[in-house]
């Protein structure tokens, strides 16, 4: 069931974003032979939002996210995982926060037109709710599994020198690939 939502999610996200590029590309166009075509940009905007939040999903599924780990890396790992736990509750209780602001900005919105497109700007402030609620699952999710298997919740697990990576995207060479870094593996800047 976690790789069919993956890949929705990897299929919409190329959805999203391949429209943002041609909403911006016919409002390019339109505008270089002087009959420009606002709404475009209008919903280039709005597809973005939501592409943001497609991304950041992706990312923490992958626990791709970027963070500065150069002295947590250096923690033993009881430190680094207590540490981890604790930004775990710190984060929820920030999308938490973000979700109720942005369903009320929602419901704000759900009476402005945005821009020339003429749909309701509730459309575009409910990527915040609907992707902070996406992002809270995820991370619970993350959780649970390193309260109940042991593990860290933001950073991918480490692997021992040599360990070849088996986990690569279809289309993505793995991290161990000619041109991906040490062949050995990828380090954190903590490990460095």
């Not at 919409?12 to 390019?28: E, K, M, P, Q, S």
């Not at 075509?37 to 992706?58: E, K, N, P, T, Y």
């Not at 950073?155 to 986990?167: K, Q, V, W, Y």
């Not at 161990?176 to 490990?191: C, I, L, M, N, Q």
Request: with cysteine; net charge positive; proline share 5%.
């Amino acid at each position: 069931m976690s790789a069919v939502l993956a890949r929705i999610e990897d299929v919409i996200g190329r959805l999203l974003l391949a429209a943002v590029v041609v909403l911006v590309f016919i409002g390019a166009v339109s505008r270089s032979v002087n009959h420009p075509i606002i709404w475009s940009v209008d919903m280039a905007q709005a597809v973005f939002v939501w592409l943001c939040f497609f991304g950041a999903m992706r990312a923490m599924r992958a626990k791709a996210h970027i963070g500065v780990d150069y002295f947590v890396a250096k923690l033993p790992p009881a430190a680094r995982r207590a540490i981890e736990l604790c930004l775990a509750v710190l984060a929820l209780a920030f999308l938490a926060t973000m979700g109720w602001f942005g369903i009320q900005l929602t419901i704000l919105n759900s009476m402005r037109i945005f821009g020339d497109s003429g749909i309701s700007y509730a459309w575009v402030t409910a990527a915040v709710p609907a992707g902070c609620l996406a992002l809270g699952l995820m991370l619970l999710v993350h959780l649970f599994r390193a309260l109940r298997f042991g593990g860290l919740v933001f950073s991918p697990e480490p692997r021992p020198l040599g360990e070849a990576d088996t986990t690569a995207s279809p289309g993505n060479a793995p991290a161990d690939a000619p041109g991906h870094g040490d062949a050995r593996t990828v380090r954190s800047a903590g490990e460095l």
